[in-house]
Nanobody
Framework: QVHLVESGGGLVQAGGSLRLSCAASGRAFGDYGMAWFRQAPEKEREFVATINRIGSDLYYADSVKGRFSISRDNAKNTLYLQMNNLKPEDTAVYYC?????????????????WGQGTQVTVSS
């Protein structure tokens, strides 16, 4: 089992940037794909970005493409999400998740470990 802890959220003005981190415990971090999801108030959880175990395959939701960048450092057991040009509609709790497989996937059913989430609030 992998334990995930997100950090880096906060309050930022529209057009600003934030970098989220997800620290993972356990030796298996580098064996699995990872992803970021988010959930806004009164909305369903949605996919944001995903990366395969070695960082060679990256996929993004259309709403964040060109503004967000997912990356990972397997030596540090850490996943990142660089968020630029933030918009008020990006306001949500952001969760990192570990996949059951090595590849990248946007489907939440494949993810078996989740962090507690970090709040991102973008003011207009």
């Amino acid at each position: 089992q992998v334990h995930l802890v997100e950090s880096g959220g906060g309050l930022v003005q529209a057009g600003g940037s934030l970098r989220l981190s997800c620290a993972a415990s356990g030796r298996a971090f580098g064996d699995y794909g990872m992803a970021w999801f988010r959930q806004a108030p009164e909305k369903e959880r949605e996919f944001v970005a995903t990366i395969n175990r070695i960082g060679s395959d990256l996929y993004y939701a259309d709403s964040v493409k060109g503004r967000f960048s997912i990356s990972r450092d397997n030596a540090k057991n850490t996943l990142y999400l660089q968020m630029n040009n933030l918009k008020p509609e990006d306001t949500a709790v952001y969760y990192c998740a570990k996949s059951r497989v090595a590849g990248a996937s946007r489907y939440s059913d494949l993810y078996d470990s989740w962090g507690q989430g970090t709040q991102v609030t973008v003011s207009s």
